[in-house]
T-cell receptor, first 114, second 110 residues
Framework: GAGVSQTPSNKVTEKGKYVELRCDPI?????LYWYRQSLGQGPEFLIY????????DSGLPNDRFFAVRPEGSVSTLKIQRTERGDSAVYLC????????????FGPGTRLTVL | DAKTTQPPSMDCAEGRAANLPCNHS???????VYWYRQIHSQGPQYIIH???NNETNEMASLIITEDRKSSTLILPHATLRDTAVYYC???????????FGTGTRLTVIP
């Protein structure tokens, strides 16, 4: 079946601009996660959704970052007033939503802020 | 979640077993050991997880020491496609997020 998909695969923007990154989880997965991966580092947790609500947003670095999942499926990560330090690969994962279940990752969106 | 320590890089000859070590000396009784890998330009891929017993699946085997302070991921017959960064993660059952660390870069050599 189809895995987690993310669009766009690459996004180049200028400092100060607003960007949206999209994640389509595996059908039927109620849990959705966003991670950020800087060059040479492992992924870092940003936010976790169970259904439509953000159950844990403790990893969001500041209030320029926001994510939504209005219908409990597709999620959008929104970054306002982008900074060069926001450049990274943004990864989305989904899971069945049961305790301890496996997270399946998408290919990521590479964001470059000039 | 407990911190893990892995060597930054390892090489393995194609067709040989790759043994990737991980130290997690501060692991708690309710924390599982998970392994993921990340092939270049792809998202992380789940490999295997365990609590205290050794585990095996179609991809790999996981050997956890009796005191649970360390573990080894074994790829029995490494191929060039196994070249990736391998992450050892300890995670409380039911925790929302995975803490990846920097992993071990495994290079399989022809």
């Amino acid at each position: 079946g189809a895995g987690v998909s993310q669009t766009p695969s690459n996004k180049v923007t200028e400092k100060g601009k607003y960007v949206e990154l999209r994640c389509d989880p595996i059908s039927g997965h109620t849990a959705l996660y966003w991670y950020r991966q800087s060059l040479g580092q492992g992924p870092e947790f940003l936010i976790y959704f169970q259904g439509t609500g953000a159950a844990d947003d403790s990893g969001l670095p500041n209030d320029r970052f926001f994510a939504v999942r209005p219908e409990g499926s597709v999620s959008t990560l929104k970054i306002q007033r982008t900074e060069r330090g926001d450049s990274a690969v943004y990864l989305c994962a989904s899971s069945l939503g049961t305790e301890g279940d496996t997270q399946y990752f998408g290919p990521g969106t590479r964001l470059t802020v000039l | 979640d407990a911190k893990t320590t892995q060597p930054p890089s390892m090489d393995c000859a194609e067709g040989r077993a790759a043994n990737l070590p991980c130290n997690h000396s501060t692991i708690s009784g309710n924390e599982y050991v998970y392994w993921y890998r990340q092939i270049h330009s792809q998202g992380p891929q789940y490999i295997i997880h365990g609590l205290k017993n050794n585990e095996t699946n179609e991809m790999a085997s996981l050997i956890i020491t009796e005191d649970r302070k360390s573990s080894t991921l074994i790829l029995p017959h490494a191929t060039l496609r196994d070249t990736a960064v391998y992450y050892c993660i300890v995670r409380v059952w039911g925790a929302n997020n995975l803490f990846f660390g920097t992993g071990t870069r495994l290079t399989v050599i022809p």
